[in-house]
């Protein structure tokens, strides 16, 4: 049975770093791609930055883009996001997601489409 699992949440004040990993357990024949989401108190989840696993392409949404970078580590199975300048707005609980992904990435960390496998969540809280 295949899934992942996220850790490394916390509380920072702004400015401040975190960095974030996600293991993936499972045949690395069910996913290509794996990705960061975040979903804030009521608002919409969105997808943060996603990893092509076969290559470490990676793809960052506007949320992502600058502040954070998504690395893999292939022989670990396991994916990071390191967050830097932390600032209120990115408080939110960061899910990590995995699955087979088609040529349109950045789509997918719109949608979540094709993102079968999800962790539970690990807060992250960014006090000003």
């Known amino acids: 049975q295949a899934q992942v699992a996220e850790s490394g949440g916390g509380s920072v004040q702004a400015g401040g770093s975190l960095k974030l990993s996600c293991v993936w357990s499972?045949?690395?024949?069910?996913?290509?791609?794996m990705a960061w989401f975040r979903q804030a108190p009521g608002k919409e989840r969105e997808g943060v930055a996603a990893i092509r696993t076969a290559d470490n392409t990676p793809w960052y949404a506007d949320s992502g883009n600058g502040r954070f970078t998504i690395t893999h580590d292939n022989a670990k199975n396991t994916m990071y996001l390191y967050m830097t300048n932390l600032k209120p707005e990115d408080t939110a609980v960061y899910y990590c997601?995995?699955?087979?992904?088609?040529?349109?990435?950045?789509?997918?960390?719109?949608?979540?489409?094709?993102?079968?496998?999800w962790g539970q969540g690990t807060q992250v809280t960014v006090s000003s």
């Open positions: 997601a995995a699955g087979m992904i088609g040529d349109a990435l950045g789509m997918a960390l719109k949608t979540g489409t094709g993102f079968n496998y």
């Open positions: 499972g045949s690395v024949y069910r996913r290509n791609s």
